[in-house]
Each structure stands twice: as structure tokens, then as C-alpha cells.
């Protein structure tokens, strides 16, 4: 009887591993400020719940704004001037092939003396570098209007930035306060997505073995769950254990210690 039992046991051993696992939300983020100025405001009654469109954390953009009436201006006026100097560099373009006809006329004539000939061809001369001038003033408008344009970008950027947002994320804690002044890089806030959770348990070499294809129970009961991750490289504080990942669906409540077992059940070989 001791025999047959211990043959029991040493079957069930064979066939799953039991594991413990705190349950996890799906991915904490920590964000960190991209942009600097004064904390106008936090919405500090909000960690402990889900996150909407709406912003909870409110960054000084006041000057951001003024600088972006006046890149529009800027760029408003440069366009205008763009506009000028291409309709002057098309009446430049229509009089220099004039005067190229006219100078290639005039050299074949005998008639013509040499100073009227010269004078034809320092006109036409003036005429190109009118128009060469034009072209360049153009070049430097254009150049002018894309780092305006650019500018206005980063503009939008930083005032879209300054409006802190995770909608649907669970707000878990706020690290700055209001009157606080950031700079680039300071933690602002954690953020945990519990639209899912996850489980991770550290199991030895051997038992990666065919991981993926058992079946996986949670405090005992039989799931559809399947391994998520498994990372091959050892764990740096689980000695020699290997950390695996299973995503499961929300609970009611996170942090609860969960039962994971891995069985390689034999009705199904």
C-alpha cells in the first residue's frame, strides 16, 4: 500500500509544478516630465482610479503659447513675403530671356557699335544677378518658414506635454506637487494598466521543457491561459531560475497571492 502511494505521488509530481504567485497589474509605468516649468496643478483625488481624457497633472505652458501667437505671425508674414518674390522672380525670369534675345540680336549686328554692344550686355549681366538675388532671397525665405514651422511643432509638442494624460490607466501615485517646477526627466507619476494582470513565476532549466504546451490551473482551477513570456537568460536574484509570465484576466482586487500549477495533464497526450 506505502508503495503504491508513494508511486502516487511521485506521478503527480511528474505531471506538475506548483508555483506562487502575487498577481500583478499588466504594466506600471513611470512617467517622467518631457518638458520644464511650474506644477499649476495635480489631481491628487484621483490615485486609486482610472484615469480619463481628462489631465491630472497641469505644467505652465503660458509662455509656450505666447511664443506660438508669434511663430504664427512670423510665418504668416514670411509666407506673404514667399509669395512676393516668386511673382517678382517670374517677371525677373520673363525680362532676362528678353534681354538674352535682345544681346544675342544685337552682337550679330555691324551697326551696333562696341559700347552700345557692351552696354546690352552689362544690362543683361544686372538683369541675371537681379535675378539670382531674387532666387537666393527665396532659398533663405523657404529655409526661414521650415525652422519656423519646425519650431511650431515643438511648440504644440510642449503645450500637448504640459497636459498630463493616462486614459485608462489606473493612477497610482503622483510625485510631484503643485508650485513644484520640473525639468526634463523629473518622475512625475505612476501609471498601471489593470485592464489585464500577470502572474510571474521563476522555474528551474529542466522544467522548461515542453512549458508552452501545458495546461495551466490558478488556485486550483483548470484555465484557457497560456504562457506569455519566458525569458531564457537566468534571473539576477532567482539564482538559476528562469522567469516566466502569464497574463490572466483582471481580478476584483491586485496584489492577492494566486496558486499557479502546470500540469502536464496525461489524459490529453
Do not use: C, W
Amino acid at each position: 500500500m506505502r508503495v503504491l502511494i508513494y508511486l502516487f505521488l511521485t506521478s503527480q509530481l511528474l505531471f506538475s509544478a506548483v508555483y506562487y504567485s502575487k498577481v500583478e497589474p499588466y504594466k506600471v509605468k513611470k512617467l517622467s516630465s518631457s518638458v520644464s516649468g511650474e506644477v499649476l496643478f495635480t489631481y491628487e483625488n484621483q490615485v486609486g482610479k482610472r484615469l480619463t481624457k481628462k489631465p491630472f497633472i497641469i505644467i505652465d505652458s503660458e509662455i509656450d503659447r505666447a511664443e506660438l501667437i508669434d511663430v504664427d505671425k512670423k510665418l504668416k508674414s514670411l509666407r506673404n513675403s514667399l509669395a512676393l518674390n516668386e511673382k517678382v522672380l517670374k517677371n525677373l525670369s520673363a525680362v532676362l530671356k528678353k534681354k538674352k534675345a535682345n544681346f544675342k540680336r544685337t552682337e550679330s549686328l555691324k551697326i551696333k557699335s562696341r559700347i552700345d554692344k557692351d552696354r546690352e550686355f552689362y544690362d543683361l549681366i544686372a538683369s541675371e544677378n537681379a535675378f539670382i538675388t531674387t532666387q537666393k532671397e527665396l532659398n533663405s525665405l523657404s529655409n526661414s518658414i521650415a525652422d519656423l514651422e519646425l519650431r511650431r511643432v515643438k511648440l504644440q509638442k510642449s503645450i500637448r506635454d504640459k497636459k498630463v494624460l493616462a486614459n485608462g490607466y489606473l493612477l497610482y501615485a503622483i510625485n510631484v506637487q503643485e508650485g513644484e517646477v520640473v525639468n526634463i526627466g523629473t518622475p512625475l507619476a505612476q501609471v498601471a494598466d489593470i485592464s489585464k494582470a500577470l502572474l510571474t513565476i521563476y522555474v528551474d532549466d529542466h522544467e522548461l521543457e515542453n512549458i508552452k504546451n501545458k495546461t495551466i490551473y490558478i488556485n486550483d482551477k483548470k484555465t484557457d491561459y497560456k504562457i506569455l513570456r519566458i525569458l531564457d537568460i537566468a534571473d539576477s536574484v532567482n539564482i538559476s531560475k528562469y522567469k516566466v509570465q502569464i497574463a490572466i484576466q483582471a481580478p476584483k482586487v491586485f496584489s492577492k497571492l494566486a496558486k499557479v500549477e502546470l500540469k502536464e495533464d496525461r489524459d490529453e497526450k
